[in-house]
């Protein structure tokens, strides 16, 4: 049987690994960490994730789809707080299927890992840290001092992946950029009401815009919130000016004073909670002939701002298993990996490019009443002419026939067009229907 060693077993390392095991490889699938089903995950790190209809498509094919949903919350839109606790409701769609879920990234792990073990020809292997990878002799090399001979690997180690660094450290001209963002981001909680319900709207993303940072929430099936605070690490507001108690409380109190009554232990949290950081990693090739490539994190880590970094692995996981043929000594991967990367790399690109914007967008102009206008006339134009016209968000959570890339490009122009059509007005009211439809047309 032809075998593939996945290193990485986290969301898009197990999901591939599935992938390949149902085209019938044999997989070796390792990860560095202990087995967190049992040892529990490490706390404090997380922001919580969102599945959408990218993600959604790669998990149906292999049988998922329904378990998955199962431990989902589905918000339909964006609960703005402002600083006197008002707040705004902005629709992510106007149909009723067009939600976004929440999701617990250690439960999806776990129920991942779980359908990984129900296929025989899955190994998988727990604290092993992947050390080296020697691309002319295809040793991979681990912590623990083991060396395993491999002819495929599939590096789905993350953001700071082991594979792609011996691939940056063996291959010439390999383009490497990381790029970290001024904003680091703290993990809170919002605990379930006191008769286990939610203590805010259940069925919203809900956010507090302050210009240059935020707080979010987002709900877990348990009634309570995973909320992640995102503020630069220097300046007058920043990281580094808040850190005793009287100064969190002070913070909160001025700038989310609606949310201090929900977050009992928001002191306790915000003292042993580490502050993570946000990275944007670019880098080619992904390959190196049909000895070894780089799938999610590994080869294109984006910022969560978009919702889109497991999703946009998810997608990778579903690309790659429809070029994978049955499982064969005579697997060209060679040709495969060459082939995946020319559909995958721009894309990749175009979802990291609007993950960054979209951090702006929700920090700031969410609660601006320009954004807001011009968001009600694009579904507007969308209902009119939805042939023409489909707004950006819309294109990238609930289009997956829509690439990134078209959808940016899409989106590029869009953006002129409610420009031009909003320029001096202030409710839908007032648009130019007949000229609205002769720029359309022009798109």
Not at 3 to 10: E, Y
Not at 301 to 311: D, E, K, R, Y
């Amino acid at each position: 049987m032809s075998k593939v060693h996945v290193v990485g077993s986290g969301l898009v390392g197990s999901l591939m690994a599935i992938f390949l095991a149902r085209k019938g490889y044999a997989v070796e699938l390792y990860e560095r960490r202990a087995d967190m089903r049992k040892a529990g995950a490490a706390g404090g790190r997380s922001i919580n994730l969102v599945i959408t209809s990218r993600g959604l498509q790669a998990v149906r094919q292999v049988g998922l789809e329904e378990r998955i949903m199962e431990i989902t919350v589905p918000m339909k839109g964006r609960m703005l707080h402002d600083q006197e606790g008002n707040t705004t409701f902005v629709p992510y769609g106007q149909k009723a299927d067009e939600v976004i879920n929440s999701i617990s990234r250690g439960d999806l792990n776990n129920l991942l890992m779980d359908a990984v073990e129900e296929y025989p020809n899955v190994n998988l292997h727990f604290d092993k840290r992947c050390s080296h990878y020697d691309l002319e002799t295809g040793l991979l090399s681990f912590d623990d001092g083991q060396t395993v001979e491999t002819e495929v690997v599939i590096g789905a180690d993350g953001s700071f992946s082991a594979v792609r660094r011996a691939m940056l450290d063996q291959v010439q001209n390999f383009n490497y950029n990381q790029q970290f963002l001024d904003h680091g981001y703290k993990e809170l909680t919002i605990p379930a009401a006191p008769d286990g319900g939610f203590a805010m709207g259940r069925e919203y993303l809900h956010i507090w815009p302050r210009e240059s940072y935020m707080l979010i929430a987002l709900p877990n099936l348990d009634g309570s919130f995973t909320c992640t605070l995102f503020y630069p690490y220097e300046g007058e507001q920043s990281f580094d000016k808040v850190n005793t108690s009287e100064e969190v409380l002070e913070f909160f109190r001025r700038d989310f004073p609606d949310a201090v009554p929900l977050m009992p232990e928001l002191v306790d949290d915000y003292s042993s909670n580490p502050v993570g950081s946000l990275v944007t990693v670019r880098c080619s090739p992904w390959y190196v002939d049909g000895k070894v490539l780089l799938i999610g994190d590994a080869s294109h880590a984006i910022v969560p701002f978009f919702g889109q970094g497991m999703n946009a692995g998810f997608e990778d996981c579903r690309v790659l298993g429809e070029m994978i043929p049955e499982a064969s000594e005579h697997t060209d991967w060679a040709d495969i990996f060459s082939r995946f990367q020319e559909a995958r790399l721009g894309n990749a690109e175009a979802i990291a490019d609007m993950a960054l914007e979209n951090f702006v967008e929700m920090r700031d102009s969410t609660a601006e009443p320009d954004f807001q206008l011009k968001k009600k006339v694009g579904f507007e134009l969308e209902k009119r002419f939805p042939e023409k016209f489909i707004p950006r968000y819309s294109m990238v959570m609930f289009h997956p026939d829509i690439p990134y890339a078209e959808a940016r490009r899409r989106s590029e122009q869009q953006a002129r067009l409610l420009s031009d059509l909003c320029r001096g007005l202030s409710t839908v009211d007032e648009v130019d229907w007949e000229r609205a439809e002769s720029l359309v047309a022009a798109l």
